[in-house]
T-cell receptor
Framework: EPEVTQTPSHQVTQMGQEVILRCVPI?????FYWYRQILGQKVEFLVS????????KSEIFDDQFSVERPDGSNFTLKIRSTKLEDSAMYFC?????????????FGAGSRLTVL | QKEVEQNSGPLSVPEGAIASLNCTYS??????FFWYRQYSGKSPELIMF????GDKEDGRFTAQLNKASQYVSLLIRDSQPSDSATYLC???????????FGGGTRLMVKP
């Protein structure tokens, strides 16, 4: 069964450092997303990406965050200067276009720990 | 405020019983409704989705939607210990837009 692949599975970084989280969405999917989940809290939307541009973003997705699709397969989330409160599980997801556009398939997640 | 509310639980049911999970949402513009299952430390896994008022059945799972009451529920028949997980309700306004998740209900199925 097709799956969304995320790397790294766990990253530990120092406050103020830049972090890049990588994702390979399902190959025929056209919508890409990043969500995050702080331990014990809700899954929160960060950003959606379609046709090589951001289609929607939340208040969490401030200037410290950026997304990129550098080639035909990867989708990345960059945090420029990490804060302690950025510690969370980050989930990449993808979905097909059309009626099933909201049927998201999530990757296994990248756990980010900011010290 | 666009919110999705769920009772955090835990909801404890005996093996073989019916588990009933409930969710309310505040945005009347919501069009699509989803139930995800999340095991501890894992990613959300789609169980089923529903777009229209009424019931939708898939195996042991039945989703129920009442847009007038802004209420969606999930019934799990013949609950198994492997069903023990957190169940997340999520809603979306239009195709391609973001999902707003509830905080989840923790289900415990006791053998």
């Amino acid at each position: 069964e097709p799956e969304v692949t995320q790397t790294p599975s766990h990253q530990v970084t120092q406050m103020g450092q830049e972090v890049i989280l990588r994702c390979v969405p399902i190959s025929n999917h056209l919508y890409f997303y990043w969500y995050r989940q702080i331990l014990g809290q809700k899954v929160e939307f960060l950003v959606s990406f379609y046709n090589n541009e951001i289609s929607e973003k939340s208040e969490i997705f401030d200037d410290q965050f950026s997304v990129e699709r550098p080639d035909g397969s990867n989708f990345t989330l960059k945090i420029r200067s990490t804060k302690l409160e950025d510690s969370a599980m980050y989930f990449c997801a993808s979905s097909e276009y059309g009626l099933g556009a909201n049927v998201l398939t999530f990757g296994a997640g990248s756990r980010l720990t900011v010290l | 405020q666009k919110e999705v509310e769920q009772n955090s639980g835990p909801l404890s049911v005996p093996e073989g019983a019916i588990a009933s999970l409930n969710c309310t949402y505040s945005d009347r513009g919501s069009q699509s409704f989803f139930w995800y299952r999340q095991y501890s430390g894992k990613s959300p896994e789609l169980i089923m989705f529903i777009y229209s008022n009424g019931d939708k059945e898939d195996g042991r799972f039945t989703a129920q939607l009442n847009k007038a009451s802004q209420y969606v529920s999930l019934l799990i028949r013949d609950s198994q210990p492997s069903d023990s997980a957190t169940y997340l309700c999520a809603v979306a306004k239009n195709a391609g837009n973001m999902l707003t998740f509830g905080g989840g209900t923790r289900l415990m199925v006791k053998p």
